[in-house]
């Protein structure tokens, strides 16, 4: 049975890209007698608010969209990425980083450092020490290096059956939790669509990217490998992507100015964009 889920983050109103993303996985599901999935992804809590998580499913509901119960709410799910995370310090697959943003930067522009990737290792082999022990890092790294020694290259399929296989430089030091969020966009990800049963992930090509490290993850984790659609993006007509925090044109403000929800999915899965709208991939 396909399993599929729109997983967005309460953290303004959804756009057109959330209803082309949404729209997609709802049909792929239903079209196959399969279930349609909502996660609401609020571990971010300084920038996620109530009144968003309202708005989704309004919006979800103007496009004539229904999902199968239970909503799954990462906020109330902690206790499961501890448990994901507890397994691979146990196994000695993740490292303490003290390093913040500032120092990684720093260390990247510096002479030594290398520009082409977005941590240096700086922490992942720093000797114990009872003064660093004693004090709470900033974030907890998954040691890729011998993450790889137990498991090869992950693959992946995508719809249609096309084969994918990572490369070494797309698997790095990826940061599994901080100080300030109790799991990552990776780590949660994978242990959310496992406990929802996802065969089918369907989300934008911008993040198939990040399907090498939670492919690794997954393997890692024991956890079911789903088959991947990553869609193109809709986009402003000049380029520009949508962006909650560059003000897109809100779902809500299309239903205030007469748009028909039930048309405009329609649409989207024809194909179709309101004007001033394109496609592009990734």
């Given amino acids: ?61 103007w496009l004539g969209l229904d999902w199968d119960e239970p909503v799954l709410v990462q906020s109330q799910r902690t206790a499961a990425y501890q448990e994901a995370l507890d397994d691979l310090k146990a196994r000695g697959l993740v490292f303490a980083c003290f390093c913040t943003r500032a120092n990684i930067a720093q260390s990247l522009t510096a002479p030594h450092g290398d520009a082409a990737t977005s941590y240096p290792g700086t922490c992942r082999a720093l000797p114990d020490d009872p003064e660093r022990r004693a004090t709470s890092p900033h974030s907890w790294r998954l040691n890729s290096g011998k993450a790889l020694e137990l498991t090869e290259l992950p693959t992946w399929t995508e719809v249609g059956g096309k084969q994918f296989q990572a490369r070494a430089i797309d698997i790095g030091d990826a940061i599994l939790a901080r100080k300030d969020a109790p799991a990552s966009y990776h780590l949660s990800c994978v242990v959310d669509d496992a406990a ?18 939670q492919r690794l993850l997954q393997e890692l984790l024991g956890l079911p490998q789903p088959t991947y659609l990553h869609h193109p993006l809709v986009t402003h007509e000049d380029g520009r992507r949508l962006a909650k925090r560059e003000l897109a044109p809100t779902l809500a403000a299309m239903r205030e100015s007469g748009v028909d929800g039930l048309e405009l999915d ?17």
């Fill in 1 to 61: 049975m396909i399993v599929t889920r729109f997983a967005p983050s309460p953290s303004g109103r959804l756009h057109l890209g959330h209803a082309f993303s949404a729209a997609i996985g709802h049909a792929k599901a239903r079209q196959a007698g399969g279930k349609f999935r909502l996660r609401i992804e609020d571990l971010d809590q300084t920038r996620c608010k109530p009144e968003f998580v309202a708005g989704i499913t309004e919006d979800l509901r």
């Fill in 196 to 213: 929802s049963g996802v065969t089918l992930v369907v989300r934008g090509a911008d993040l198939r990217p990040s399907t090498p490290i």
């Fill in 266 to 282: 329609a649409d989207l899965l024809a194909g179709k964009l309101p004007l001033g709208f394109t496609f592009r991939e990734g």
